[in-house]
């Protein structure tokens, strides 16, 4: 089971990333490259690494991607021809595919059992990255947000057109 | 139990495919999307030895490459954004005012 997973994911992982250099339009890279992001934060997952799989869909894949889209959304660039219809049929898998993850999601969490609260820690819980983070690797943990308020400045000023 | 050396392949086929791209692909917002297979790639061995060892460091480095990936994301793409307003155009071979 374990196997097939890993296949299976390292496949849709790797056959993502190729697929980010065949496509033409960039923005298709991108969202293959989503596709990447989620197939590696199931192998997380087989890793026990549960705390960067979700930070993997929650900040990869969930913000820093969604930049990626924004802007090349933003610049609208030119080699885009093909219209809207080519994805109309798109519709017909794609409702019925939300509204199962809905219902899963819906399933998942009717039937959720309240956790005991007494199982040990394993590797990769929050618990455990958590207590490291804020003891052996404070400082660099702070340096951090230092680096985020200087991307973060100087995005702006780069972005801006005249200061 | 997966070896871990089928972790590596994966992870070092990802690298490859990552490096290619930042080689083969002129549009510069695809050359970003290859940094970011190629942080991946190395967040993958990270999390690897991470397991193998039994020691939480390795996911620690995880996060704050995330934290780096994030960062140069808005910045790069902050320069995009000025280079597509100077140039009108996202080829990074038209960008030769510094070749000799």
């Known amino acids: 089971m374990i196997q097939i997973l890993f296949f299976f994911f390292a496949a849709v992982a790797a056959g993502a990333a190729i697929n980010v250099l065949v496509q033409k339009h960039v923005l298709y890279s991108a969202l293959s490259l989503i596709l990447m992001l989620t197939a590696m934060s199931v192998l997380f997952i087989l890793l026990r690494a549960d705390f960067l799989a979700v930070i993997q869909v929650i900040v990869y894949a969930g913000a820093i991607m969604v930049l990626f889209v924004f802007v090349i959304m933003l610049l609208n660039l030119p080699e885009d021809e093909d219209g809207a219809d080519r994805l109309r049929w798109l519709k017909f898998i794609g409702i019925p595919l939300g509204l199962f993850f809905f219902f899963l999601v819906g399933a998942t969490v009717w039937n959720v059992e309240p956790g005991s609260g007494t199982q040990a820690p394993f590797v990769g819980s929050p618990q455990a990255i958590g207590r490291a983070l804020f003891t052996d690797y404070l400082l660099p943990f702070e340096v951090t947000s230092l680096l985020i308020l200087i991307a973060l400045v100087g995005a702006v000023v780069f972005a801006k057109k005249d200061l | ?100």
């Open chain 2, 1 to 100: 139990m997966i070896p871990a050396s089928w972790y590596l392949i994966l992870s070092a086929a990802l690298f490859l495919i990552g490096v290619l791209g930042f080689f083969l692909k002129r549009n510069i917002i695809a050359l970003l999307l290859s940094v970011e297979i190629m942080l991946n790639a190395v967040n993958l061995t990270f999390v690897v030895f991470s397991d193998q060892h039994r020691q939480i460091s390795g996911q620690i480095f995880v996060f704050f490459v995330l934290v780096v990936a994030a960062a140069e994301a808005a910045v790069g793409l902050a320069l995009v954004i000025a280079m597509f307003r100077n140039r009108e155009s996202l080829n990074v071979d038209r960008s030769n005012l510094l070749k000799w």
